[in-house]
């Protein structure tokens, strides 16, 4: 059964930098996409990037357009989300969720990490 373990959130000033990791284990993770979603207090969960099962990053909010980007090693069984840039707003609690197909909807995920905290204080 596949678990995800996300990891790599942390606290970064305006402009830094935050490489979050997604491992799996349970079930090998590169026949899945991949999604990063984030929610911050007292809003709903939003997609931010996916990266399909060939590799394909799709971001899902124009906001990271430019300064965020997925990656995957399939060797380590991990799917990473690279984030420059950062900015306040940016700020949140990050989760990878896998399914078979890239989607912006919460709802199409099976399988979810319990998230990483990012903090950029304003």
């Known amino acids: 059964q596949l678990q995800l373990v996300e990891s790599g959130g942390g606290l970064v000033q305006p402009g830094g930098s935050l490489t979050l990791s997604c491992e799996a284990s349970?079930?090998?993770?590169?026949?899945?996409?991949v999604g990063w979603f984030r929610q911050a207090p007292g809003k709903e969960r939003e997609g931010v990037s996916c990266?399909?099962?060939?590799?394909?990053?799709?971001n899902f909010a124009d906001s990271v357009q430019g300064r965020f980007a997925g990656s995957r090693d399939n060797a380590k069984n991990t799917v990473y989300l690279h984030m420059t840039n950062l900015k306040p707003e940016d700020a949140a609690v990050y989760y990878c969720?896998?399914?078979?197909?890239?989607?912006?909807?919460?709802?199409?995920?099976?399988?979810w990490g319990r998230g990483t905290q990012g903090t950029v204080p304003s």
């Open positions: 969720a896998a399914d078979l197909e890239c989607s912006t909807y919460v709802w199409s995920y099976d399988v």
């Open positions: 990266i399909s099962r060939t590799g394909e990053i799709i």
């Open positions: 349970g079930a090998t993770l590169g026949y899945y996409a």
